[in-house]
């Protein structure tokens, strides 16, 4: 399997916009989020800062390959949360609270753990280990209407 850049993976996004019915803020948004990310992995990880704005101004002016803001838009959150790929689907519900769950991925581990479920009622504390991957869940939850996403 070949390794791309996460440039290599926007450039792929955008030929492809129309396949994966991505919009350019869908775009905008994974680009951004993914500058952060390096932002973090270069600056926070290496011990420059312990502050993520500092650290992505950091990275836009020294290192960035085009300007961005860090911009958090409200369409890109749901009730809080940033949006994934899985508010797509009917989200199961808290067994204590009927609140919807939130998916976690879960590195590799002798527990065959995968994904955890994770209480969006931020006062409740439950979460659940499952060994269904994220793509078991997508194959198992139902699609929701596309103009409720």
Do not use: H
């Amino acid at each position: 399997m070949k390794r791309i850049t996460i440039d290599e993976f926007g450039k792929y996004l955008r030929r492809n916009e129309e396949r994966f019915k991505l919009s350019l803020s869908d775009i905008d948004r994974i680009d951004q989020q993914a500058a952060v990310q390096r932002a973090r992995t270069i600056f926070i990880q290496s011990g420059i800062t312990n502050n993520i704005s500092t650290a992505y101004e950091m990275y836009q002016e020294l290192l960035a390959e085009r300007d961005r803001e860090l911009i958090m838009k409200a369409e890109w959150k749901i009730n809080g949360n940033p949006r994934s790929i899985m508010d797509r689907y009917e989200r199961p519900k808290c067994p204590e609270c009927d609140a919807d769950m939130l998916f976690r991925l879960i590195p590799a581990n002798v527990e065959g753990v995968n994904t955890q479920l994770v209480c969006g009622n931020k006062e409740c504390s439950v979460v659940l280990d499952s060994e269904m991957t994220i793509r078991d869940w997508m194959n198992v939850l139902e699609k929701k209407e596309e103009a409720s996403v």
